[in-house]
């Protein structure tokens, strides 16, 4: 069935950028801890602006921030009663931005999309209420899914993300959900554990079943780090027939430290949630990191936690995409210590500095 995900799928690769809590706490409108996305209804104008940004360097979906913006965590805020408000109000600011994509496209110069459009996206995530041995948690979960993605249907969404999902039987009540509503699914997985979804599939198995229900993308995001993840990632482009999502975090994750959670300081104080800053991946590393998942046949790449939009702008370019934000992109030739005649004066500096 045609959507506007599929034909932008068959398009080509497409490019998501995600992490809008993480960069919204590092700047001041998110409480790390909770991680209630109140800054929609608070600070409106602060998602604006992180959405925009993310569209200028080239993203082609402004997902909504609704990530855990449930019935269960705004209870746990006492803003249970502003559930429908959030909800509602993050896929209007989500769709205004989206809109202004063919603006900023003219404004920046760059080819854009026939349509100018960037797509826009209704997100839930794994709610910790869900326990595969307590069936009556399969309905709370499912009722808090239906509430929000009712009223972000009832908005427009283009599609709908799932993601972060720890069980497979979590996920696939999002899934039944979103195609109860006729939208298209993409669901992705957190692999937080070495090999299995915390009810026990291993993660490629666990993204055959779900591609197998229906699901339009199936993939992995959060948590790890680009070097952790690709290999997971690489095993599920091999056995699901669909299209296929990468989203990992922009931290050096490795061997010993697989996801962000195990990263630790030299003090071996855990780096996690708001310590992480040392570990951080350069725009280089995301861009290697956006060639590569195209390489593995990758169908949406984007970052979770973490991202910045200097993040996106490299991997766009690295697509070989010219972005608005590619008119401020580097020019270090320009520099005063580096250009090709550096002064005497300049020289004495340069000599400074790298002494
Ligand atoms: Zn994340």
């Known amino acids: 069935m045609s959507s506007p995900l599929t034909e932008r799928l068959r398009a080509g690769t497409v490019l998501g950028a995600e992490g809008y809590v993480f960069e919204l706490e590092r700047r001041g409108y998110i409480k790390a801890g909770p991680f209630v996305p109140e800054v929609v209804l608070d600070f409106p104008d602060a998602v604006r602006e992180l959405h925009r940004e993310f569209l200028r360097a080239g993203a082609e979906v402004m997902v909504a921030l609704t990530y855990y913006a449930h019935r269960d965590k705004l209870r746990d805020v006492g803003r249970e009663g502003d559930l429908e408000a959030m909800n509602r109000q993050a896929v209007r600011i989500a769709r205004e931005v989206a809109r202004?994509?063919?603006?900023?496209?003219?404004?920046?110069?760059?080819?854009?999309?026939?349509?100018?459009?960037?797509?826009?996206?209704?997100?839930?995530?794994?709610?910790?209420?869900?326990?595969?041995?307590?069936?009556s948690t399969r309905d709370a979960v499912r009722a808090m899914y239906a509430e929000q993605l009712g009223w972000a249907a009832e908005e427009g969404v283009d599609f709908v993300i799932s993601e972060t999902n720890d069980y497979l039987g979590?996920?696939?009540?999002?899934?039944?959900?979103?195609?109860?509503?006729?939208?298209?699914?993409?669901?992705?997985?957190?692999?937080?554990?070495?090999?299995?979804?915390?009810?026990g599939y291993e993660y490629a198995d666990a993204c055959r079943i779900l591609a197998a229900e229906g699901a339009a993308i199936v993939g992995l995001n959060c948590d790890r780090g680009p070097q952790t993840m690709l290999p997971l990632i690489a095993r599920i482009r091999e056995l699901v027939p669909c299209a296929v999502a990468v989203q990992p975090v922009p931290y050096r994750t490795n061997q010993t430290a697989p996801t962000m959670q195990a990263l630790h300081g030299p003090d071996e104080v855990r780096a996690f949630p708001v310590a992480l800053d040392p570990f951080t991946c350069t725009r280089f590393e995301m861009a290697q990191f956006a060639i590569r998942a195209r390489e593995l046949g990758v169908d949406y790449i984007g970052i979770c936690c973490g991202a910045g939009p200097h993040h996106i702008r490299a991997m766009a370019e690295a697509l070989g995409r010219d972005v608005p934000a590619s008119r401020y992109s580097p020019s270090i030739e320009l520099h005063p210590m580096f250009r090709a005649e550096v002064s005497a004066k300049d020289a004495a500096f340069l000599d400074s500095w790298t002494g």
């Open 170 to 199: 979590e996920a696939l009540i999002a899934l039944e959900v979103i195609q109860g509503l006729g939208l298209p699914a993409m669901v992705t997985l957190a692999p937080t554990q070495p090999d299995l979804t915390r009810d």
């Open 100 to 135: 202004e994509a063919g603006a900023v496209a003219r404004e920046g110069g760059a080819d854009g999309d026939a349509d100018g459009g960037a797509l826009v996206a209704g997100n839930v995530c794994n709610t910790w209420a869900y326990d595969p041995s307590d069936p």
